[in-house]
């Protein structure tokens, strides 16, 4: 077999161990900048989430100035859940006190120690007046919170993290036209995959797939089947087939392009994987934003929000079933040949995959993860 051309993919075993999952959980997903949601899911003060990033418990909150603010959900006292998840507060069969109480603190349900949305201790019952016991010494452990573009991220190791700014590298410049931070959720769809979160993203990064994967999307646009998805200039962005200028059934809308767009973006696709867990795919009057949330070695949640100029957004006529109806479907056939692409290398034969020339870009998830967990 002459594999002169193609190159090794990680081995096989690390789409499948609980070991690397969790080396990848501590020195990728603990370390590294992630995307969680859209600032405008908190827009006022005292508004909060609280999310779970693979096992740990994390509480953003938007403070009394405005400001995000994140924390580890885990009282300083003796380390109880703060607050509870929307699903644990629907669960919940016993009432308890504590949370997000009247928009002014944040207040520990067993013994109702109470922190500011700085994280700074303000009350502990009783102790107050002990000898010797210190309200600064008990502030929240912190997590670092940012934002880029409406998307808000998270760093769970703050004291070392680099800034937002450095990972994102040049991609704010790639995308300095699309007016990202003024764009609205139309929709979300949640979708649970069967397969590790490394071979979402070596799927998104190539297109060596979508001929045979994706006949609508490659319809719609045939430069992505054309010498197996080689060729690609995605700075400049994807062309669409004569007269189509998104990603629709027809592909053409009766939504305006973003305003401040050049004359490639209003009819080319651009797509971007911010590592480790954001992929952006960007048309002329809409973007879908991959989020994913690795679970399992074999399993990840997408979530997948659909976001339009909330200029349009406010129109009477707004019907954004075309984008969101042909996206879901292109995701459904992705998520498919991601399980099935799982299930071959839970093969004892199967000791690891090749990228072939035309799937170069896959190559920085091997990259990626390498210089991350050497």
């Known amino acids: 077999m002459n594999t002169a051309q193609l190159e090794p993919a990680l081995p096989s075993s690390w789409y499948r161990s609980t070991e ?43 403070n009394r100035e405005g400001q995000l603010r994140a924390f580890y959900n885990v009282c300083r006292h003796r380390g109880s859940r ?60 912190p997590v670092g919170a940012d934002a880029w573009g409406g998307f808000v991220f998270l760093n769970l190791t703050p004291a ?6 450095a990972q994102l590298n040049g991609i704010p410049q790639r995308l300095q ?6 764009l609205g959720i139309g929709a979300t769809i949640r979708y649970e995959v069967a397969a590790n979160w490394k071979i979402l993203c070596e799927n998104y990064n190539e297109c060596y797939h979508c001929g045979g994967v994706h006949p609508e999307l490659c319809d719609v646009v045939p430069a992505f089947k054309r010498q197996g998805g080689g060729a690609l200039e995605w700075e400049r962005g994807i062309p669409h087939k004569e007269g189509a200028v998104t990603f629709t059934w027809t592909g053409k809308t009766n939504r305006a392009a ?19 867990n954001l992929m952006l795919s960007l048309a002329c009057e809409h973007v879908a934003a991959f989020t994913l949330w690795p679970k399992a070695p074999n399993r990840t949640t997408v979530i997948c929000d659909f976001l339009f100029h909330l200029a349009e957004m406010k129109k009477a006529d707004f019907a954004p079933e075309d984008a969101i109806g042909f996206w879901d479907l292109v995701n459904r056939q992705d998520w498919e040949i991601c399980k099935r692409v799982q299930q071959g290398v839970q093969s004892r034969v199967h000791e690891f995959g090749y990228y072939a020339p035309m799937e170069d870009m896959s190559l920085d998830i091997r990259r990626y993860v ?4 050497k």
């Open 20 to 62: 690397v999952f969790r080396a990848e959980k501590e020195h990728i997903f603990c370390r590294e900048w992630i995307a969680v949601c859209r600032e405008a899911e908190l827009p006022n003060p005292g508004d909060h989430l609280v999310l779970d990033v693979l096992g740990e418990s994390i509480l953003l909150v938007r």
């Open 82 to 141: 703060l607050c509870r998840s929307a699903a644990e507060t629907q669960a919940m069969r016993v009432a308890l006190p504590g949370g997000i109480t009247g928009g002014r603190m944040i207040v520990c349900p067993y013994h109702q120690w109470s922190y500011d949305f700085n994280g700074a201790l303000i009350a502990a019952p009783h102790l107050s007046a002990a000898a010797g016991f210190k309200k600064q010494d008990f502030h929240l452990y």
């Open 160 to 165: 070392e993290a680099k800034p937002l700014a």
């Open 177 to 182: 036209r699309y007016p990202l931070g003024d």
């Open 258 to 276: 973003f305003p401040g767009l050049d004359e490639d973006e209003k009819v080319r696709h651009k797509g971007e994987l911010i590592y480790p």
């Open 370 to 373: 390498l210089e991350r967990l």
